[in-house]
DNA sequence: CCAGTGAGTTAGCCTATGTTAGCGTCGGGC
DNA sequence: GCCCGACGCTAACATAGGCTAACTCACTGG
């Protein structure tokens, strides 16, 4: 049945900053995100940014268009994107998508998590439920190498998915460093602890992550 | 086709801090609200408490079932609550429910809003957004006079919906009503001025509410 | 009638985080 | 080889909002 969701798929490049969908775009195609990362965000009128959601690769990047008829959130690359976009013949069908369902679920799931994050954690916590998160889904991507992956994302990107300072995340990233709880350099992670890093979270007993 | 979602419709009550689902039970029941608020949250180890969705009357109370299979975050009633039980017969059917699908979209669409509201404003402007948001959600429900509604809930309920602490929401609110830019009694919110809070509430241009 | 409880309020102090600003390094483009 | 713009990093200072604690005012139930 794939005919009838895309009409085709072609092998797409973006570069950081460009957008795979703009605010109030109509449902025209889906990305498969065959390597690098992207976000969904949204930019408060004097500036302030807020990251939404993050693509990596191995996502299926769809700006919730199974809910929305009009994206309202744009979707812009934070790295060099490689990715196979899939027309829709007929939007209404996006929902026959392999998998969708699920991956629909996941990922209000995991909005919900940084909901909570965003609202009661201290950074430390943000932080290490982020990378941990992101961790986590590198690894079940098949791209995490023992406790290590790759985290192309900017002190600025880490700041703005979870709405703290660039400064911030860059003092409290040195004592978490200092600890030995990660490293984090030349966009490279290690966790040498994932359980010391999961306390760090302030996990409830049933997140899943 | 109502048959093949609903088995029985009964009404049903709750008392404040009842569950109307709890953590990792399975889809059985939608309730749709007659009266009272009720809420999802999440709470971490340690007791701090996020508010993740609030169910005005009218609603329809879904704790996402359409997506995950376990209930992962629990409703409880904020207040008295009155409504009406939809047992499920064939969970699979959910989303055939009447509107499902758009209430869903608004759903998620409100948790995109407050995921910026937590992670990027100001105490003044997370209020002046939540209170917008529920006058606004209140007027379409038919439930405002005028300029005013209900808002029956708790100065620790808001903050945990903001983020924020019982004393700063008091302090904030002061400050506000001192502005004149709302007033909120004994449960009761009168918006005097729609465009002034709204200033307040650093929406961007395209922010539905 | 009183005790107990939940809610709103206020005050004083404290600290996590924001702000501003500046430095050094790196890599790309010319 | 030189600029220039990102980016990481640091330091000094400023503040929004957290924390603790106390007082009041309903209500509720016995």
């Given at each position: 049945?794939?005919?009838?969701?895309?009409?085709?798929?072609?092998?797409?490049?973006?570069?950081?900053?460009?957008?795979?969908?703009?605010?109030?775009?109509?449902?025209?195609?889906?990305?498969?995100?065959?390597?690098?990362?992207?976000?969904?965000?949204?930019?408060?009128?004097?500036g302030r940014r807020q990251?939404?959601?993050?693509?990596l690769p191995g996502d299926?990047?769809?700006?919730?268009?199974?809910?929305?008829?009009?994206?309202?959130?744009?979707?812009?690359?934070?790295?060099?994107?490689?990715?196979?976009?899939?027309?829709?013949?007929?939007?209404?069908?996006?929902?026959?998508?392999?998998?969708?369902?699920?991956?629909?679920?996941?990922?209000?799931?995991?909005?919900?998590?940084?909901?909570v994050s965003l609202g009661?954690?201290?950074?430390?916590?943000?932080?290490?439920?982020?990378?941990?998160?992101?961790?986590?889904?590198?690894?079940?991507?098949?791209?995490?190498?023992?406790?290590?992956?790759?985290?192309?994302?900017?002190?600025?990107?880490?700041?703005?998915?979870?709405?703290?300072?660039?400064?911030?995340?860059?003092?409290?990233?040195?004592?978490?460093?200092?600890?030995?709880?990660?490293?984090?350099?030349?966009?490279?992670?290690?966790?040498?602890?994932?359980?010391?890093?999961?306390?760090?979270?302030?996990?409830?007993?049933?997140?899943?992550?």
């Amino acid at each position: 049945m794939l005919s009838q969701i895309a009409a085709s798929e072609d092998l797409v490049f973006f570069r950081p900053h460009q957008f795979l969908t703009r605010e109030h775009d109509r449902p025209e195609a889906l990305y498969d995100i065959l390597e690098g990362w992207a976000c969904r965000h949204r930019l408060l009128p004097d500036g302030r940014r807020q990251i939404t959601a993050l693509y990596l690769p191995g996502d299926l990047c769809d700006p919730m268009w199974s809910l929305t008829p009009t994206c309202h959130e744009p979707v812009i690359a934070l790295t060099n994107v490689r990715a196979t976009r899939k027309s829709l013949v007929d939007p209404s069908t996006i929902d026959r998508h392999k998998g969708f369902s699920s991956r629909l679920a996941e990922s209000v799931e995991r909005q919900s998590n940084w909901l909570v994050s965003l609202g009661r954690k201290t950074a430390v916590e943000r932080l290490a439920h982020l990378l941990l998160e992101l961790f986590e889904r590198m690894r079940r991507a098949g791209l995490a190498y023992g406790q290590q992956c790759a985290l192309p994302l900017t002190q600025t990107d880490i700041a703005d998915a979870t709405g703290l300072t660039a400064v911030h995340v860059n003092r409290t990233l040195q004592s978490m460093r200092s600890k030995g709880v990660l490293e984090l350099h030349s966009k490279w992670l290690r966790i040498p602890d994932l359980g010391a890093l999961r306390d760090l979270a302030a996990l409830g007993p049933h997140d899943a992550l």
